[in-house]
């Protein structure tokens, strides 16, 4: 059934033939109304562009033969290129550099880049690099160049065969290893294939897919995982393997349950902040583990069927010693159990060092900032890259991203004219603004539109502030001159995207927070490990972000690790870190302290509960966290400014979570609070419902 559904799938893709779509766009803000605005007057201008970038050799004078003559070939041939609107030459747009060895022209596009077929760009491209002749070098940059998606290279493989390499560890056979494998790569077929699938219809973005892949594989392994843990345990046993199988569905896939359903809310959440392409990147990632959850209760026993007894342990192996000591091969303890007592035997001691040096590494968070990656950012050596240094370093960074003024007077003709120009002015009087176009009019009466430059980048922090700028002086212009006055543009919408996400960071975290707070609560009937579960997951996320400032925005080790350009955070990467985060380290928590829970309802006593509960379930966890470590690790290398960040966020997350705080900081706290870590009052014992995980 599993194969007919991605066999079905995978034919809807083909047929269809819908594309991916990186369209940033922020419903109700100013800039995309006014976007949407021009997009009927005058659709060139809001439609995508592309830079040509002309460089002569030093010495050489761009604007003269032979290199005039073979730019005004090539930019002859790009304009007859498909799709093409205008193409403005560097003369028009007055863009040559002062010493006259680069030029700029720039290429126009009536629709976004979504729309642009691969093929129009690719002739583009072509057209230009047709004037690479007697030395003039050329490079193919903007927005219409930007990036094209991920593609799964070498690193992705890799971290597929280390988590191979944990699973053959964990469970010592080739064939147990397999399983797990197998059923996460068919889940994660499926998901990626339902999604791509959407795309006539929804603006899937190449973003949305790489978390769904990320996501899909990583909890695709690690529920299979679960519960094939539990049903070779049973089959060391003696245990019939198709009872086997039903008892382990039962019992991990119950909590497999309860685990993907912590992550998927965590997700789907991520819908209310209302911008299009972080809810189709939640529901989309979440939509992953909904399959990787249903794939773990339904073929993977078919998969345990096909097995038999093969999934065994072998008899005498320590495989099988485990499964028959409870945690404890021959006469000595686990590892898990070791690191557990150690932890427990200066409990204060270990919570103020863990804590401690937990707090000092988020200490970065408090200099973060928020932004949309542009080319800047594209890999060293890409003609996007260079296209962009070579425009920053001539004539500015500001022209990498100029803003787009949308004048709407009440009045038409000459007195709406009158109206803008003097705007213009007023425009290029503020500080920090180095150009300012002549009004453009739209098919609109009495609209126009004014480029401004502003003296930074696009990711700025003080382009930002220029354009709260103009925006605080609508209201006195439309009162003295008539005329409405908004700001858009790429830029502008970026700007507007990174507002919301940063207003919406800390009231998202709050319902993150509160919902950990409940569910703790109902699950372990107590009020310490609930307040101890959130702690430590805000632990593990400021922890997380607090390496990522460091990494790619302060650029600590960055030569080192490969980043191609460090500036302002990913705006909706502490949002994916948190939801993703959270569904994680409940699920680990849950997973430790259940067994921990079990002991103190059975014996009665605190710390060896701690010991006894955490055994049992270590050495999964510890293979389910290396397993998320290095699938989310696989995807690091990549050259996308996006992912990277992202990619890199979780992995070193998962393993914060995982090991300093689910296995370390946990155990100390709940020794070092002893008896009172499992206290509730009685009223409100009586008030929460009973939930079997």
Not at 99 to 124: C, F, H, I, N
Not at 457 to 476: N, Y
Not at 631 to 641: I, L, M, S
Request: with cysteine; proline share 5%; glycine share 10%.
């Amino acid at each position: 059934m599993w194969l007919v559904v991605l066999a079905g799938l995978l034919a809807c893709v083909v047929g269809l033939g819908g594309k991916l779509d990186d369209t940033f766009s922020v419903p109700g803000a100013q800039s995309q109304q006014a976007l949407n605005t021009l997009a009927k007057t005058l659709p060139g201008a809001s439609g995508t562009s592309a830079q040509i970038v002309y460089i002569a050799p030093s010495g050489k004078d761009v604007t003269k033969p032979p290199y005039a003559d073979e730019i005004r070939r090539s930019l002859a041939a790009v304009a007859a290129g498909p799709q093409v609107s205008a193409v403005v030459t560097p003369q028009q747009a007055g863009t040559v550099s002062r010493d006259r060895t680069v030029a700029v022209a720039q290429v126009q596009y009536a629709m976004p880049r979504a729309q642009l077929k691969q093929s129009s760009l690719d002739a583009a491209r072509a057209a230009a690099l047709t004037a690479q002749r007697d030395g003039l070098q050329v490079a193919v940059g903007g927005a219409a160049f930007g990036s094209g998606g991920m593609q799964v290279g070498s690193g992705e493989v890799v971290g597929v065969l280390v988590a191979l390499l944990v699973l053959l560890f964990t469970f010592g056979s080739m064939l147990a290893a397999g399983v797990p494998l197998l059923s996460a790569l068919l889940g994660v077929g499926v998901g990626l294939a339902g999604l791509m699938a959407l795309t006539p219809w929804v603006s899937v973005s190449s973003t949305a897919i790489t978390l769904a892949l990320m996501l899909g594989l990583a909890v695709g392994i690690d529920y299979a995982l679960f519960i094939l843990s539990r049903h070779r345990t049973q089959l060391a046993t003696g245990m019939d393997p198709h009872e086997s199988a039903a008892v382990a569905t039962r019992t991990a896939g119950g909590a497999v349950v309860f685990a993907g359903g912590t992550v998927i809310i965590a997700l789907a959440a991520l819908s209310v902040i209302g911008i299009p392409f972080l809810t189709v990147m939640g529901l989309g990632a979440a939509g992953a583990v909904v399959i990787a959850v249903l794939v773990a209760l339904t073929l993977l026993p078919a998969l345990a069927g096909f097995a038999g007894t093969r999934l065994a342990p072998r008899p005498g192996s320590r495989a099988a010693k485990r499964s028959t000591h409870d945690g404890v091969v021959g006469n000595r303890d686990t590892l898990g159990a070791r690191w557990t007592r150690l932890a427990i035997a200066r409990p204060l001691l270990t919570a103020v060092v863990v804590g401690g040096a937990l707090v000092l590494v988020a200490l970065p968070v408090g200099d973060l900032q928020l932004g949309l990656p542009d080319n800047g950012s594209a890999a060293k050596g890409s003609g996007q890259r260079t296209a962009y240094d070579t425009i920053s370093d001539r004539f500015g960074p500001g022209f990498n991203g100029p803003l787009l003024v949308l004048t709407d007077a009440d009045a038409s003709g000459t007195a709406a004219r009158q109206s803008a120009t003097d705007i213009a002015k007023e425009l290029r009087a503020l500080p920090g603004v180095v150009a300012v176009a002549p009004p453009h009019p739209t098919e609109a009466p009495g609209q126009t539109v004014i480029q401004v430059v502003p003296a930074w980048g696009p990711e700025d922090q003080r382009t930002a502030d220029l354009v709260r700028t103009i925006r605080d002086k609508a209201d006195a212009v439309h009162t003295d001159t008539g005329t409405r006055i908004s700001v858009t543009g790429a830029t502008a919408v970026n700007i507007d995207v990174s507002n919301r996400l940063r207003a919406s960071l800390l009231p998202f975290a709050g319902i993150v927070v509160g919902l950990s707070l409940i569910l703790m609560t109902i699950v372990f009937r107590s009020l310490v490990v609930p307040l101890k579960a959130a702690g430590g997951f805000l632990l593990s996320v400021a922890a997380s972000l607090g390496m990522v400032v460091a990494l790619f925005q302060w650029g600590w080790l960055a030569d080192a690790l490969g980043v191609a350009n460090t500036g302002p955070v990913v705006s909706f990467l502490p949002i994916i870190l948190i939801g993703v985060l959270f569904g994680l380290a409940m699920d680990y928590e849950v997973f430790l302290v259940s067994g921990i829970r079990e002991e103190w309802l059975r014996s009665g006593r605190a710390k060896e509960s701690v010991v006894n509960g955490a055994r049992r379930n270590t050495r999964v966890v510890t293979a389910a966290a290396l397993i998320m470590f290095t699938v989310f690790g696989g995807f690091f290398p990549a050259d996308d400014a996006v992912i990277k960040p992202i990619a890199f966020s979780l992995a070193v997350g998962v393993a914060i979570d995982a090991f300093l705080v689910r296995m370390t900081l946990v155990p100390a706290v709940l020794a070092l609070v002893d008896r009172r870590a499992w206290w509730l009052p009685r009223w409100l014992d009586r008030v929460l419902p009973n939930l079997d995980h």
